[in-house]
């Protein structure tokens, strides 16, 4: 059997490659290795509303709660509130949301096959393993969508992401504001701890870290009191693969390293590369041209659209290294100003956090804080 695009994975990123896909035309299968579509859930399940509206369901199905801020809390105990005081994300269920993403895609069209396992690419088939024995079904394109670990990316020897985090949540009773995220930057040296509200008297506490991160976050948790419930570990991929695209596949979402270094969201940049690479593959189709020529038109979509965000989050990722848990509480205090406040509410964006930085690097206090990790390179952004 063959199909115009293969799809593997139904996070998504890879059920909003196969709807594009599927309502422009073209016959589309949808590959999933696990039983059920949204399970295991590997995420926080905190996006940004313009994360959520990118992926075009009903406002209400998967919706646990809305936020309109966040407490950031240093380890010193120093706090800086940040309220917008208008619905800024939105706290799903992310197996909810995944399903109903995948059922869009089926309605356009598209085919799903789930229990199936992609074990290699052989020329233009995958060969899968699951429910129907081993099958080699064959594709025009194939949009790998298949998460950090990317099979797709191993068969073909290809670099991936330069960092992987490891991260870990559970579900916990407790306190807390409905509208607020508490984010906890010395909870873990390398990125940060997090409390999330999914509920009246229920919270999400986790954390992503390179090392320790199980004895780190058993510590952190203590802070909630007990009882956790739906305890998850996942891993996040930082820092874009090389090259995004080979052999007639466009690599989308987690497997080619899109998450956002400064927050480890991936949602807004998977679903948005998938729409990217589904008009680079009907442009491909109706053109009967798949080198990589036409595939390098892809790169060139993404990088236009979020590529410099990404890797401005990555250099800040890297100097986030090197910031101690004083710099940390120094620069909290330094942004608690009611001018400084006012510009991030106006300006900040979980998925576009370059023009909130560039604006708040013109105050002289915040520029003296970190102007040591500036020369470390960040001036050449700007």
Same mark, same amino acid.
């Given at each position: 059997?063959?199909y115009?695009?293969v799809v593997?994975g139904?996070g ?6 196969a709807?594009e896909c ?8 949808? $590959?999933?290795?696990?039983?059920t579509i949204?399970?295991?859930?590997q995420?926080?399940g905190?996006?940004?509303?313009a ?13 646990l ?9 240093s ?5 800086l509130?940040?309220?917008?005081k208008?619905?800024?994300a939105?706290v799903?269920?992310?197996g909810?949301?995944d399903?109903?993403m995948?059922?869009?895609a089926a309605?356009? !069209?598209?085919e799903?096959r789930l229990?199936t396992a992609v074990s290699t690419?052989?020329g233009?088939?995958?060969v899968?393993r699951?429910?129907? !024995?081993h099958?080699?079904i064959?594709?025009? $394109?194939? $949009?790998a969508?298949?998460g950090p670990?990317?099979?797709i990316?191993?068969?073909y ?6 960092i992987y985090?490891?991260g870990?949540?559970?579900d ?14 010395d ?6 701890g997090?409390? *999330? ?6 919270i999400r506490?986790g954390?992503?870290g390179?090392?320790?991160v199980m ?6 948790a203590?802070?909630?009191?007990t009882?956790?419930? +739906?305890l ?7 820092? *874009?693969?090389?090259r995004?695209?080979k052999?007639?596949t466009?690599f989308?979402?987690?497997a080619?390293g899109?998450p ?7 949602i807004?940049?998977g679903?948005r590369?998938?729409r ?13 041209m798949?080198d990589?020529t036409?595939l390098?038109?892809?790169e060139r979509?993404?990088q236009?659209d ?14 986030r290294?090197?910031?101690t848990a004083?710099d940390?509480d120094?620069? *909290?205090?330094?942004l ?7 510009? $991030?509410?106006?300006?900040g964006?979980?998925?576009?956090p370059?023009?909130v *930085?560039?604006?708040l ?14 020369q470390a390179?960040? +001036?050449?952004l700007?």
């Amino acid at each position: 059997m063959n199909y115009n695009v293969v799809v593997v994975g139904a996070g998504p990123a890879g059920s909003a490659a196969a709807r594009e896909c599927a309502g422009l035309g073209l016959s589309v299968l949808c $590959i999933e290795e696990h039983g059920t579509i949204g399970y295991p859930v590997q995420c926080a399940g905190l996006l940004s509303t313009a994360a959520f509206a990118e992926c075009r369901v009903s406002s209400e199905r998967s919706v646990l709660n809305r936020v309109t801020g966040a407490r950031v809390i240093s380890g010193a105990g120093s706090e800086l509130l940040i309220d917008a005081k208008v619905t800024k994300a939105m706290v799903v269920d992310r197996g909810t949301l995944d399903r109903e993403m995948a059922e869009a895609a089926a309605d356009n !069209g598209a085919e799903f096959r789930l229990k199936t396992a992609v074990s290699t690419v052989r020329g233009k088939s995958v060969v899968t393993r699951g429910v129907n !024995g081993h099958e080699e079904i064959g594709f025009d $394109i194939l $949009i790998a969508a298949d998460g950090p670990r990317s099979t797709i990316a191993r068969s073909y020897g290809m670099q991936r992401a330069r960092i992987y985090l490891a991260g870990i949540q559970a579900d916990m009773p407790g306190n807390c504001e409905p509208q607020y995220v508490r984010i906890y930057p010395d909870a873990s040296p390398e990125f940060f701890g997090w409390s *999330i509200p999914t509920g009246p008297g229920r919270i999400r506490v986790g954390m992503c870290g390179c090392s320790q991160v199980m004895e780190r976050f058993d510590a952190f948790a203590k802070k909630f009191g007990t009882g956790r419930s +739906h305890l998850v570990t996942g891993t996040l991929p930082l820092g *874009i693969m090389k090259r995004t695209y080979k052999n007639h596949t466009l690599f989308v979402g987690d497997a080619a390293g899109f998450p956002k270094p400064t927050s480890g969201g991936g949602i807004y940049t998977g679903v948005r590369s998938a729409r990217h690479a589904a008009a680079v593959a009907a442009l491909a189709c109706e053109q009967g041209m798949y080198d990589d020529t036409v595939l390098a038109q892809y790169e060139r979509l993404w990088q236009e659209d979020f590529g410099r965000e990404l890797d401005l989050g990555y250099r800040l990722f890297k100097m986030r290294q090197k910031v101690t848990a004083k710099d940390t509480d120094d620069l *909290i205090q330094a942004l608690n100003t009611p001018s400084i406040l006012r510009l $991030i509410e106006e300006y900040g964006d979980m998925d576009r956090p370059g023009v909130v *930085i560039k604006k708040l690097l013109l105050n002289p206090a915040i520029f003296r804080l970190v102007r040591p990790l500036l020369q470390a390179g960040l +001036h050449t952004l700007f």
